[in-house]
């Protein structure tokens, strides 16, 4: 079985592949401190909940925005999963060819999901991730990494919105039954749901328009992406799987 991790900014995602079938997937927040031990100890007690040994695991690969956790979360899982971890970067085999300004900024989880759209549903493609920050990434026909837009989270303005104002509670992010909003909760919630709407329709209109791809696919993921792709035509797909699928498509390009 393969073991596919995945550390954002805010979570840790990890994955298990029997071949091409996902048999579990878990969660843990990325910004708590943890040793070594401590990884490797909650990774194994995880994986045994979900009906997957250690001993299963023969391989795995690591994609993080987060350096400061690495060394750490590696070492655990050499430790305690005992496998020696692909890492997501510079000299590895993507199957994208990155042609932006400069290739060294785009970001390994922005790789990831390229090559998760790309090999699933074929270029062009315009993939949006609703995560800490929501991106656009343009992959051609061809499989080149041609643009890429980031912009606030969905999050990430809510959390602005009740830190910066005196007088704004922390709410649930969802949709409310309308727009037209009679009290702050709902307020807030139609600013932040209808406003992500408004901003990623009009994205992927431009993106459109500017590269001449009328009929391209959008595909989106994330975990409030689904908020989003099922209020808006603009979007094509929604493949919650789409970076941990990513990551094994890489992991099998560069199996040892």
Same mark, same amino acid.
């Given at each position: 079985?393969? /073991? %596919?991790? *995945?550390? !954002?900014?805010?979570?840790?995602?990890?994955? @298990?592949?029997? $071949?091409? &079938?996902?048999?579990?997937?878990?969660?843990?927040?990325?910004?708590?401190?943890?040793?070594?031990?401590?990884?490797?100890?909650?990774?194994?007690?995880?994986?045994?909940?979900?009906?997957?040994?250690?001993?299963?695991?023969?391989?795995?690969?690591?994609?993080?925005?987060?350096?400061?956790?690495?060394?750490?979360?590696?070492?655990?899982?050499?430790?305690?999963?005992?496998?020696?971890?692909?890492?997501?970067?510079?000299?590895?085999?993507?199957?994208?060819?990155?042609?932006?300004?400069?290739?060294?900024?785009?970001?390994?989880?922005?790789?990831?999901?390229?090559?998760?759209?790309?090999?699933?549903?074929?270029?062009?493609? /315009? %993939?949006? *991730?609703? !995560?800490?920050?929501?991106?656009?990434?343009? @992959?051609?026909? $061809?499989? &080149?990494?041609?643009?890429?837009?980031?912009?606030?989270?969905?999050?990430?303005?809510?959390?602005?919105?009740?830190?910066?104002?005196?007088?704004?509670?922390?709410?649930?992010?969802?949709?409310?039954?309308?727009?037209?909003?009679?009290?702050?909760?709902?307020?807030?919630?139609?600013?932040?749901?209808?406003?992500?709407?408004?901003?990623?329709?009009?994205?992927?209109?431009?993106?459109?328009?500017?590269?001449?791809?009328?009929?391209?696919?959008?595909?989106?993921?994330?975990?409030?992406?689904?908020?989003?792709?099922?209020?808006?035509?603009?979007?094509?797909?929604?493949?919650?799987?789409?970076?941990?699928?990513?990551?094994? /498509?890489?992991?099998?390009?560069?199996?040892?």
């Amino acid at each position: 079985m393969l /073991l %596919v991790v *995945d550390v !954002g900014n805010t979570n840790i995602t990890y994955g @298990v592949y029997r $071949d091409e &079938e996902l048999v579990t997937n878990f969660r843990m927040m990325s910004k708590s401190p943890r040793t070594s031990d401590e990884f490797g100890i909650a990774i194994r007690e995880l994986l045994r909940v979900n009906g997957v040994e250690t001993e299963d695991i023969d391989g795995c690969i690591v994609s993080s925005v987060v350096p400061n956790i690495m060394y750490s979360l590696m070492s655990g899982i050499v430790k305690y999963v005992h496998e020696k971890p692909i890492t997501v970067g510079a000299g590895i085999r993507t199957g994208i060819k990155i042609v932006t300004e400069n290739p060294k900024e785009i970001g390994p989880d922005r790789i990831v999901d390229a090559v998760g759209a790309y090999e699933k549903y074929g270029g062009p493609v /315009l %993939v949006l *991730d609703f !995560g800490t920050a929501t991106t656009y990434d343009l @992959v051609t026909a $061809d499989g &080149e990494f041609a643009a890429g837009i980031t912009a606030p989270g969905i999050r990430i303005s809510a959390k602005a919105l009740w830190e910066d104002t005196a007088k704004l509670p922390e709410i649930e992010i969802r949709k409310p039954k309308s727009i037209l909003a009679q009290e702050t909760i709902s307020s807030m919630q139609a600013g932040l749901v209808y406003g992500q709407i408004g901003q990623t329709e009009y994205i992927i209109s431009q993106v459109k328009k500017e590269a001449g791809l009328d009929e391209m696919k959008v595909v989106a993921t994330g975990g409030l992406g689904r908020i989003i792709a099922d209020e808006t035509d603009a979007i094509d797909v929604y493949d919650s799987t789409l970076t941990l699928d990513g990551l094994r /498509l890489i992991y099998n390009k560069n199996r040892r």
